[in-house]
């Protein structure tokens, strides 16, 4: 079934990582538009300011370019090294195409960054080479994380309270999900808000594979709230993706009488009562999701499945 409640700020691929000396980001500008790229890098920023990361501070900032010419690459190198720019790497990759990654030392927002990349487009062109691939960031001293789980947890301790919660919150709306995990562990702990911390924590357990953990946090939202609607419809998904329908019809049942007249939840119940071979209530929820949804595409389909039965 695989509809998971979250709020997803942002529908994009993004390539983060913080491991060694960087976080890395590569975008292709000759398919990203200009408010591809600043929500992109916006993005990159919050999750670094969400992680204790000060990004007002400098910063090690990489840069890439690539082209089939090698000697193209080097002149292009010559004038960064000029700029204080230092080399990191100029060689050809496997598939034959050269890279070139400078890097520097420096403090940057989001529009000086901005500013930045759309200098070094300008300037890749100028020395005729293919293509400015993009930036990556990480620590200024090269031998530690940007982020490290000795940092951020002196980060997390110098939240309290509802501060400690809003920090989890805003990691979960960024989709950084081993933190917000870690965050609304110490909730649970500190006993703030326990049933949405434990809803919260489960989501992101669920993104992170962890389902059985999950389960468990999901069933103690429900302790703490027995009315937590989104709880349920959340186990309902589990437990149908874990082919257990009988438990996933009776918690999405318990979410439609709680939030009746939803359609992820009438097409939940028709999936499990047809997995179930309950073939005429399974057409009757079927009915019922295109009623409050039309546009239900995923009800249309089972819909003709089950006419065929």
Known sequence: MNSIIRKRTYLLV???????????????????????????????????????????????????????????????????????YSLVRLERNDDGVCVLHVEKTEAHSVDSL?????????????FMVATYDGWDVGNADPT??????????????????????????RLYDLEVNDRAAEVFTECLKQKIKPDVSS????????ELGKREEAIFHLEQAIKFEPKYVDAYFNLGTVYYDLGKHQKSLENLETADRLRPDDDATLYGMALNQYALG????????????????????????????????
């Open 114 to 126: 901005l500013k930045r990349e759309e200098e070094f487009r300008v300037l890749a062109s100028r």
């Open 144 to 169: 530690k994380p940007l982020v490290s789980n000795d940092s951020f947890r002196l980060f997390m301790d110098s939240k309290k309270g509802n501060d400690l919660f809003n920090l989890g919150i």
């Open 199 to 206: 809803f919260k924590l489960a989501v992101t357990q669920l």
């Open 14 to 84: 993004i390539m983060i990582w913080f491991a060694g000396i960087a976080s890395a980001y590569a975008q292709k500008s000759a398919t990203s538009t200009d408010k591809t790229k600043m929500e992109l890098t916006h993005l990159i920023f919050d999750r670094l300011g969400a992680q204790g990361v000060n990004t007002n501070k400098p910063l090690l900032y990489g840069y890439f370019f690539f082209d089939r010419d090698k000697a193209k690459l080097e002149r292009l190198a010559a004038n960064l090294i000029k700029q204080n």
């Open 278 to 309: 309950k073939f005429s209530q399974s057409r009757e929820n079927c009915a019922k999701a295109l009623k409050v949804n039309p546009k239900n595409e995923n009800a249309k389909a089972l819909l003709k499945l089950l006419q065929e039965k």
